[in-house]
């Protein structure tokens, strides 16, 4: 079956550690993005990616880093920098950066600190 | 800079009555519009997109939505409500560049018996 499948389902953070958010597409699509979702909030936009080895910010990307090494990875990097990580981060990805295009999310991973 | 106001975070109906979700969008160009559907702990599911063809869209599980350019809306509605149907909503708007989806804050639906 393709998909995005999404890593922990759950993941605790202490002070001062970063922790990685693993997504990965095995649905060859060429962009990916990383969305946070807070309590009765939208989706804000952290980072995203149109192809391999390139990605941008997006509109919370503070306290945050990303890598696109492969073409089916985007993991997502919490650092300690980010003072406020307790959300619900959501994956996703879509066939091509154009703006028609659906974007497919994962599962999903709930982060909270300790 | 486009956004999304989804009036109405919480709307409750009984099964069996008219689902109606409200959106409405800014947008200096001509949008592509998206509603997805979220159930607890979970990732967000496609219903419906609008990339410019018809202005009546339909989707799964019954839904459809209307975009209106005049009211810069695009509500989305199913006529008889299910149980099934109780979930978190949302409406998205597209930016030109990159594909990045802009999300309205969401309106969570509740079916009463």
């Known amino acids: 079956d393709g998909g995005i499948t999404q890593s922990p389902k759950y993941l605790f953070r202490k002070e001062g550690q970063n922790v990685t958010l693993s997504c990965e597409q095995n649905l060859n699509h060429d962009a990916m993005y990383w969305y946070r979702q807070d309590p009765g909030q939208g989706l804000r936009l952290i980072y995203y990616?149109?192809?391999?080895?390139?990605?941008q910010k997006g509109d919370i990307a503070e306290g945050y880093s990303v890598s696109r090494e492969k073409k089916e990875s985007f993991p997502l990097t919490v650092t300690s920098a980010q003072k406020n990580p307790t959300a619900f981060y959501l994956c996703a990805s879509s066939i091509s950066p154009s703006s028609r295009e659906t974007q497919y999310f994962g599962p999903g991973t709930r982060l909270l600190v300790l | 800079a486009q956004s999304v106001t989804q009036l109405g975070s919480h709307v409750s109906v009984s099964e069996g009555a008219l689902v109606l979700l409200r959106c409405n969008y800014s947008?200096?160009?001509?949008?592509?519009l998206f509603w997805y559907v979220q159930y607890p702990n979970q990732g967000l599911q496609l219903l419906l997109k609008y990339t410019s063809a018809a202005t009546l869209v339909k989707g799964i599980n019954g839904f459809e939505a209307e975009f209106k350019k005049s009211e810069t809306s695009f509500h989305l509605t199913k006529p008889s409500a299910h149980m099934s149907d109780a979930a978190e909503y949302f409406c998205a708007v597209s930016r030109n560049a990159g594909n990045m989806l802009t999300f309205g804050g969401g309106t969570r639906l509740m079916v009463k018996p």
């Open positions: 990616s149109q192809i391999v080895n390139d990605f």
């Open positions: 947008s200096s160009v001509p949008p592509y």
